[in-house]
Each structure stands twice: as structure tokens, then as C-alpha cells.
């Protein structure tokens, strides 16, 4: 189909972005109208990979049809009516999600789960959570340098990630941090003030760092000794990214508070903190709220997202996806190593194949030739495909990258 000579010139939708839009993402390079799994298609009708799933968001493929028929179902049935009464979606996604987070880890009396629309929210209801349950003195939180938790006041200032903060001082107080992967980092920032310490399993944004396992298990034995609550931020690893149903499982610990969000809708925005029952008794009617949090479109979309992901088993295709995509990576002369866990991945880019070059402007370059993947750091590239990616679409993606790194590598003849 060619959008071109239906709509607006391609390149019309940039200058009328660049008018109306504020400024804080940049003009975006192109405008996408379409997508179906892992396929993307712009306004020239120009296809293209999705390597990035709008930053770990639409893990089982764009317009995906049960989700697509859910929406539409929900959409003309009910929309809202507010939280001043139950709605069904919900009530499914929250018991699902309170199992698949306790699954493994030996938590065997249920949690609860309250509802919110987007990550960074998820993350302030689970702040005000644990304040609430420590109460004034011990609402010290301690998070780690490098993550990133959110843009909110109180989700920038968990945000270990300073030269954020500055052009928003003052931001709340009470927040601390300490150095990732270590133990010994964490327990000296440790004084009776701290009621929480909130953390990453994978630090995404910071650069795909996975946690070590021994790091969380030191973590929370720091938790158990002191009755401080541990609050894993699961929002972009949550709901099988990183080849468990969440990250902290990799370590066989428990949680006293999870956040998720980014996957949980498909794309449908929707956001969720789950708590021990124990924990999430201290917020009572009135503590917290959200006119839309959980509404029945979000919560229906979540719901069809929660069972196609229990039946395909996104765990697993995480895993072997993942070792695909990782070999495949590291046959391409221009990737040092590859890191991260399940298929949320980082590749490493040699100096002499970046040639000058940052990884956002070899991703650049890989969008142009039809692949969304995005510069992580400086030096390396974040890659998260879908689920459903297939072995030949990895294929596919992993030789459009082979081909930019060729052609901008200083070993290149020109
Ligand atoms: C994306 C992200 C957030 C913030 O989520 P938003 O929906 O963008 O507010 C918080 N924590 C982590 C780990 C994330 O990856």
C-alpha cells in the first residue's frame, strides 16, 4: 500500500512535529504508520526491523491479532468508569501477574496488585508504598548509580544518574545511591534511615547491565537483616524479557515490592505494583490513586497480553531466541561481545568498526538501511526484539547491522 499517495508528503509529519511537539525527544527521524510482528512500515511505505519493540514495549509483535481483537472488543463493550467501581479486565491481570511473580521463588501466600499507567508511575506508587509502610524516619531509599527509574520528582531523584538531576533541583530527599554489582557498596550506604532499596535485575537504560546473582542475593540478605523492603524494578525486564517471567528470578530471591509496566499492554499503556499482602496493607482508602490506572481498555489489553505470553511461553523463546541472536551477533566482525539476558541485549562495538562513530549514529545508519535498534551508550547497541521474532528475521536484522559496520569500518578501503 503506498501511504504516500494517500496522505501528506513523507517528511510533512517532521515539520509539523518539530511546530506543535515540545522539544524534549529531538525531531525524530521518520514517521512509522504501520506494523505488523516484527515489521515496520513508514510513511514512504519503506520496511523496516524492530529490534527495539519501542523500547521493550510490544513483546509479542506489533498489531498482534488477539490483542488487536481484545482492544476492539473492550472498546465497544466499556471504557471507563473510573475506580470507584470494579471492573472485570483487571481482576484476572492482577491475580495472573501475582502468580507469575511469586512463581519459583517460594512466596507462597499471595500478594496484591495496584494498578497505574505507565512505569515511572508504577515506581512512585511503590516509593509512596514503602514510605508509607516504614512511615517518616526510615523512608531513606537506596537505588544504584547508573539506573534509571523513571522521569517523575521522585522517580529522577531514584534515578542514579546525577547529571539528570541537576537542571530539576531540588528534587525530594531521602534517596541514595551506591555502586551496581556491589555488595559492600550498598550495605556502607546503609544507615536506619533506609526503609527500600530499589533495583534493576538488568540495568536497561544504563547500558543492559545484568545484575550479578550473588550482587541480588547480598542485597537481600542486607534486606532480611535490617527489615529493609526490596523493590525490583521490572519494568522494562519484567514479563519474560530477560528469559525468566521476572529478572530477580534469576537469582532465586523474593521481593517485598515489584514494579512492571512496559510490556504488560502491548503497547496499550498500563503499568503495576505488586506487593506481599503484608506490604501492601499499609496503603488503605485514600493513600494512593489514579483516574485511569487499571480502566477496563488497558486492563483488557494486559489481559490477552498475560495469557498469549503464558501460552507461548515468553520465557523460553526469550532464551532461545536470545542464544540465537547472540551468536549470530558475535560472528559480526565489528561486535566485541555481546551482553545482557534473555532478548534484551547490548552488542559491544569495536573501536576501529565504530571508526569515529557513536552507537546512536551507527544505529542511525542501521535505520536507514531498515533496521530500529538504538545506541545504549556510546559504545554499544541495545537490541530487543520480539518474542515472535523468527530465526530468519534475526538473520535478516543481524546482516542489515554486518553491512553498516562494514561500510563505516576504518579497515575499509574507499
Ligand atoms: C522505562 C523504565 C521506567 C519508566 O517507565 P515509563 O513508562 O517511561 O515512565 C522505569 N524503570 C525502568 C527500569 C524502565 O526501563
Avoid at 497505574?116 to 508509607?132: D, F, P, T, V, Y
Avoid at 531513606?140 to 547529571?163: C, I, K
Avoid at 547497541?381 to 530465526?391: D, I, Q
Amino acid at each position: 500500500m503506498n501511504y504516500a499517495a494517500s496522505g501528506p508528503e513523507p517528511g510533512d509529519s517532521r515539520d509539523r512535529w518539530a511546530g506543535a511537539l515540545m522539544g524534549n525527544y529531538g525531531v525524530p527521524p521518520l514517521t512509522f504508520v504501520r506494523g505488523a510482528g516484527t515489521e515496520l512500515f513508514d510513511d514512504t511505505g519503506t520496511r523496516y526491523l524492530d529490534f527495539l519493540c519501542g523500547l521493550a514495549v510490544t513483546g509479542l509483535g506489533h498489531a498482534h491479532p488477539r490483542v488487536a481483537a481484545a482492544v476492539a472488543e473492550q472498546a465497544s463493550t466499556l471504557l471507563h468508569v473510573s475506580n470507584l467501581f470494579v471492573t472485570e479486565p483487571q481482576l484476572e491481570v492482577a491475580e495472573r501477574l501475582d502468580a507469575l511473580v511469586r512463581a519459583g521463588t517460594g512466596q507462597d501466600t499471595p500478594g496484591r496488585v495496584l494498578f497505574q499507567n505507565s512505569g515511572a508511575e508504577a515506581n512512585e506508587a511503590a516509593l509512596k508504598l514503602a514510605r508509607k509502610y516504614h512511615g517518616r524516619g526510615r523512608h531513606g531509599v537506596l537505588a544504584a548509580f547508573r539506573s534509571f527509574h523513571g522521569r517523575t520528582f521522585a522517580t529522577l531523584a531514584a534515578t542514579g544518574q546525577p547529571e539528570k538531576h541537576e537542571p530539576f533541583q531540588p528534587l525530594p530527599e531521602g534517596f541514595r545511591h551506591a555502586a551496581w554489582n556491589d555488595v559492600a557498596a550498598f550495605e556502607a550506604a546503609l544507615d536506619p534511615s533506609v526503609g527500600a532499596i530499589l533495583l534493576e535485575p538488568l540495568q536497561g537504560e544504563g547500558g543492559v547491565n545484568p545484575a550479578d546473582v550473588e550482587f541480588l542475593r547480598g542485597v537481600r540478605r542486607l534486606c532480611d537483616e535490617r527489615g529493609i523492603l526490596l523493590v525490583m524494578d521490572e519494568i522494562q525486564t519484567g514479563l519474560g524479557r530477560t528469559g525468566a517471567w521476572f529478572g530477580f528470578h534469576h537469582a532465586g530471591i523474593r521481593a517485598d515490592i515489584v514494579t512492571v509496566a512496559k510490556a504488560l499492554g502491548n503497547g496499550v499503556p498500563i503499568g503495576a505494583v505488586w506487593a506481599t499482602a503484608e506490604v501492601a496493607s499499609a496503603f488503605g482508602p485514600g493513600d494512593h490513586g489514579s483516574t485511569f490506572a487499571g480502566q477496563p481498555l488497558a486492563a483488557a489489553a494486559a489481559r490477552e497480553v498475560l495469557r498469549v505470553m503464558e501460552e507461548i511461553d515468553v520465557p523460553l523463546l526469550a532464551r532461545e531466541r536470545g542464544a540465537e541472536l547472540t551468536a549470530l551477533l558475535e560472528s559480526v566482525p565489528g561486535v566485541a561481545g555481546v551482553r545482557g539476558l534473555g532478548l534484551l541485549l547490548a552488542a559491544e562495538l569495536r573501536p576501529e568498526a565504530l571508526n569515529g562513530r557513536t552507537a546512536a549514529e551507527v544505529a542511525r545508519a542501521c535505520l536507514d538501511a531498515g533496521l530500529v535498534v538504538n545506541g545504549v551508550t556510546s559504545t554499544a547497541l541495545r537490541l530487543a526484539p520480539p518474542f515472535t521474532v523468527s530465526g530468519d528475521e534475526l538473520v535478516e536484522g543481524v546482516g542489515i547491522l554486518a553491512g553498516v559496520m562494514a561500510e563505516g569500518s576504518a579497515g575499509e578501503a574507499t
